[in-house]
């Protein structure tokens, strides 16, 4: 367009009007922006699909080695939307350590579903001791520094060791016993199905099993 208002200076009156009309100028500035912002979105909805894929492994119903960081990470990029500052809840800081794991011989999505059940109590616990502290139902609750600390690390010679730690809303000594019950939640009415570490623990049991 430059190239053209120098080739040709004076326009007619009818291609100034409609210059103004559309505001054209601010069109030059902000197509290659706009032309940016859907090439980043265009790649992440591609990370998004794949991490889905990644996730559910809908493909591969049989044990076989899988990089358990590659199944972390696809959960995480799922569970991103629930990491980021929103209202009423806020930004929650994502430290990882992983350490130098082998591949584990395993069911890839059951395993997958695993992350999902404990990365998503460890998000939902945080927004619980936001939101009591906010309410004024509990002064000690304040949290300045949302956290969720992701470690791994191999332990003896055949076993892995996946840490999912956060700072939020702590489980009551009392009920510790019982959160792997049926139906059993701390969570409001509503709020929890009390199955999803129910669900988690018996595919840890079961996999386990069948490594052996």
């Known amino acids: 367009m430059a190239l053209y ?16 009309e559309i505001d054209f100028n601010f069109i030059v ?7 940016s912002s859907m090439t980043i979105g265009t790649e992440r909805i591609c990370q998004i699909v794949l991490s889905l894929r990644n996730f559910s492994r809908l493909d591969e119903a049989e044990m076989k080695p899988v990089n358990i960081h590659e199944g972390i990470d ?18 929650i800081e994502l430290i990882k350590e992983y350490g130098k794991l082998p591949l584990v011989h395993c069911y890839p999505g059951q395993l997958n579903q695993v992350f999902m059940n404990v990365l998503t109590n460890a998000i939902d616990a945080i927004n619980e001791r936001v939101n009591r502290w906010t309410n004024g139902e509990n002064s000690q609750s304040k949290i300045s520094n949302p956290q969720i ?16 730690a956060d700072n939020g809303q702590r489980i009551p000594k009392d009920f510790i016993g019982r959160v792997f019950y049926p139906f059993f939640t701390t969570k409001p009415v509503g709020k929890g199905t009390g199955l999803g570490l129910l669900i988690s623990y018996q595919i840890i049991f079961i996999q386990a099993q069948g490594c052996f």
Not at 5 to 19: D, E
Not at 74 to 91: A, G, N, V, Y
């Open 5 to 20: 208002q120098q080739a040709c200076p004076n326009l007619s009156s009818h291609i100034l009007k409609l210059v103004k």
């Open 29 to 35: 500035e902000d197509l290659p922006k706009m032309l």
């Open 149 to 164: 600390h992701i470690r791994t690390e191999v332990i003896n010679y055949n076993r892995i060791l996946i840490c999912i």
């Open 74 to 91: 696809s959960t995480l990029l799922i569970l991103q939307h629930r990491l980021k500052e929103i209202p009423d809840s806020p930004k």
